[in-house]
């Protein structure tokens, strides 16, 4: 497996799922009730939700009587998203750092450290000009992602679980400007090795990369709570930005 290209790999493998599967609807519900209380879109706003996983965090917007469009890389996480699509909920199999549609969203969303993923700081700027190119003018992006300074300071280097008879073996380090996970996987007789790598991106290349794509950042808040941000203790860095050309 290419470092590059972990998360074709590991999105599509079949152990994601079990690894994530406490990462549930009340947890995105809790998250989302607080951001769109931050927001207050109108009802007829438009939301994109880039690197939308499975679609726990859309199909939460939507039952707020948004219409909604998930995209994701991902075949399989996009399969079980669409047995929740309806009129106004639609998912789609689509890499993030090619623009989805033009100027049809009001709000842009990319949620749970769904960013940082590619090799090059130009491939993740795309995703970025992607977002930009899909909102309408003056629209909004919101950005969740790790907090590098204090996931550096309280990283946990090793763990062991046990999840419905699986065994993931987790090391955790890091290493040139980047957060990477291990995870060695038994399961019977079969073993498989998977990493994750997410560029530990900084508040202030956040503030550059946005700024050269055309936005500007209006809030950045520090956990799900959306209390305020604080470079070295806060869990998030949630991050709202204005499209401004």
Known sequence: MQAKSWYRSW???PYYPILYKSRD????????????KYLNPPIISKFLDMACGRGRHSIQIHQKGFDVTGIDLSKNSIAQAKKFENEGLHFYVHDMRNTFQESEFDYVLNLFTSFGYFASREENENVLKAANSALKEGGTLVIDF????KLKKDIKSSETREISDVIFKIRRFYEDGWIIKTIDIEDGN?????QERVWAIEHE???S???K??????DTFGNYNMNAY??????RQIIIARKTS
Do not use: H, Q
């Open 205 to 207: 290349v956040f503030k």
């Open 230 to 235: 604080n470079v070295k203790d806060s869990e």
């Open 146 to 149: 790790l907090n590098p300074g």
């Open 11 to 13: 999105f599509d493998s």
């Open 213 to 218: 794509t055309g936005f500007s950042i209006l």
């Open 190 to 194: 079969s073993s498989y090795e998977f």
């Open 25 to 36: 609807e009340s947890e995105a519900a809790f998250f989302i009730d607080r951001l769109i």
């Open 209 to 211: 990369m946005l700024s």
